[in-house]
């Protein structure tokens, strides 16, 4: 399904909700997960009515369908994270 919604490598972004205190900590894992000559491209932050909750948009660009795969492994093990898309 990755493979027929997107086309690789191209850029994809991965959405996620943390608490607040997680934003570095999931960036900065993610980027590491991403690996050399990859990265994060731009961040986008969006914060709940209610502060408990941040939205991120981490714009990549990726070479493969299992790239994609290999940094929502490791975003489903870091504490503060509540939901990945």
């Known amino acids: ?34 690996g050399e000559g990859s990265g994060v491209a731009r961040v986008e932050e969006r914060q709940s009515r209610t502060g408990r909750y941040t939205a991120l948009h981490l714009h990549t660009h990726l070479v493969s369908a299992e790239a994609v795969l290999d940094v929502y492994e490791v975003v489903s093990h870091l504490d503060g994270v509540v939901m990945s898309l």
Do not use: N
Request: charged share 15%.
């Open 1 to 34: 399904l990755l493979r027929e919604q997107h086309r690789f490598p191209g850029p994809y972004v991965f959405r996620i909700v943390v608490r607040p205190s997680a934003v570095g900590p999931v960036v900065s894992a993610v980027g590491a997960a991403l």
